[in-house]
């Protein structure tokens, strides 16, 4: 006679839990210097705009810093195109430490929130009781771990690609497209993102999901535009100078190529346009031969870390994302395996992998071993979706 939990006990048993592992995460950042962490950036962006001031102005930008102690200024003004700062407008209500702390707070509940309606995808319980494994293992994985520890903002691409995937399963291709059109706030991650999906969105003549995609690029430009009618090209200052300073530490392409031709121009661009030309055209080919056969959440689980790999510049808290992917390797894992024994193996490896990359940041200031997580999660990605199911004949036989 099995014993079995009620489920309304069982889902205050998992919000329970939840509270006390995102309490016990945010207790251990309390100490952080907030004003001279990426936090910053953020919650000033929102209270300029509060004020009537705009980021995107150096003196007035400058001047911000000056009044609210932040002494960390490596940008002259706000980093991320001009329309994100609308975004970060909640955080101006309140003090820098108490927005920070309900940011990281905000974020973790997101980030559970994103697992369980992935998980809810498959009917089986197994994959259902996954939730709270899942969520502590990503607790020490570092990309969520820098995510939340900085204050970046991570979450936003990843609530709206899973939006995305919402609303192509619910056959709403033109939201979709509007959407996605939004993850060109970070540009260097959105336009690879873009770039892939719209091979799919191609592929499959889905001229709506298309029609938003440009649709959400003029909500955006236009945003842009009415708060600054010259904030392109400023941008574009903001971000040259973020380059030229952050050559070859990336876990990308571009960075690879950056150290393997020594910094000399034109091969480090030549080389690193090869393999990101490369890597993009390969992942467009299976996104074509597979249009019909690859619902949207198995197209995104190639174009989140084929993204992430071949565009120029991000860092390894961008690599967030890569939870949809994730929760699909675990779920199919469990469902083909019968079994959670190699769903965890990934799950420590994953952990493993990320935690070392990021001590060798720490010591090296280079964020190249971050390419393991891509590569980790690209072969799980090929292991769960080739893996044979395993029938349950099969299973009861080993138990006998």
């Known amino acids: 006679m099995k014993f079995s939990i009620p489920k309304p006990l ?19 950042v309390q100490k952080l210097d907030v004003p001279n962490s990426n936090f ?4 000033l962006a929102g209270r300029m705009i509060l004020d009537g ?15 609210n102690g932040i ?55 197994a994959q259902q009781n996954l939730l709270l494994p899942i969520f502590f293992f990503l607790l020490f994985w570092s990309p969520l771990y820098l995510t939340t ?24 291709s033109l939201w979709a497209g509007i959407v996605l059109a939004f993850t060109m706030l970070k540009p260097p991650q959105g336009f690879t993102i873009l770039l892939l999906a719209g091979v799919w969105f191609l592929a499959r003549r889905d001229w709506k999901a298309i029609k938003g995609i440009f649709i959400g690029g003029l909500i955006i430009l236009i945003t842009g535009l009415i708060q600054d009618p010259h904030w392109i090209q400023k941008f574009i200052g903001a971000s ?16 690879f190529a950056y150290l393997g031709c020594d910094g000399a121009s034109p091969c480090s661009n030549l080389l690193g346009g090869a393999l990101s030309v490369s890597l993009l055209g390969g992942a467009s080919l299976l996104l074509w031969k597979n249009q019909a056969q690859w619902s949207a959440w198995k197209a995104m689980n190639l174009i989140i870390p084929v993204g992430f790999v071949s565009t120029i510049y ?36 994953l952990d493993l992998v990320s935690i070392f990359a990021l001590v060798q940041q720490a010591f090296t200031e280079k964020d190249l071993w971050s390419l393991g997580t891509t590569i980790l999660v690209l072969a799980f990605l090929f292991i769960a979706q080739h893996m044979k199911p395993k029938s349950t ?7 006998a």
């Open 71 to 125: 002494d960390w200024r490596p940008n002259r003004i706000f980093p991320y195109p001009l329309p994100l700062t609308l975004f970060c407008i909640p955080l101006g209500f309140f003090s820098m430490k108490t927005a920070y702390t309900i940011w990281q707070v905000i974020s973790l509940l997101l980030v559970a929130l994103t697992i369980y309606l992935l998980l809810s995808h498959w009917r089986e319980k």
């Open 314 to 349: 991000l860092w390894v808290y961008d690599q967030l994302p890569y939870i949809i992917p994730i929760v699909w390797i675990m779920g199919t894992l469990v469902q083909k395996q019968r079994s959670i024994l190699l769903a965890f193996v990934f799950l420590i490896l």
């Open 53 to 67: 001031e705009n980021p995107y102005d150096e003196t007035q930008y400058l001047a911000g810093h000056d009044a």
């Open 393 to 399: 004949i099969d299973k009861a036989s080993a138990q």
């Open 40 to 43: 910053s950036f953020f919650w």
């Open 10 to 28: 069982r889902i205050f048993i998992s919000l329970v839990m939840l509270g006390v592992m995102i309490s016990a995460r945010v207790q251990l």
């Open 149 to 172: 520890h900085a204050g970046t903002i991570s979450i936003l691409p990843v609530m709206i690609l899973l939006a995305a995937i919402l609303l192509l399963e619910k056959d709403k």
């Open 240 to 255: 040259n100078a973020v380059m030229d300073r952050t050559l070859g530490v990336h876990s990308n392409v571009w960075a």
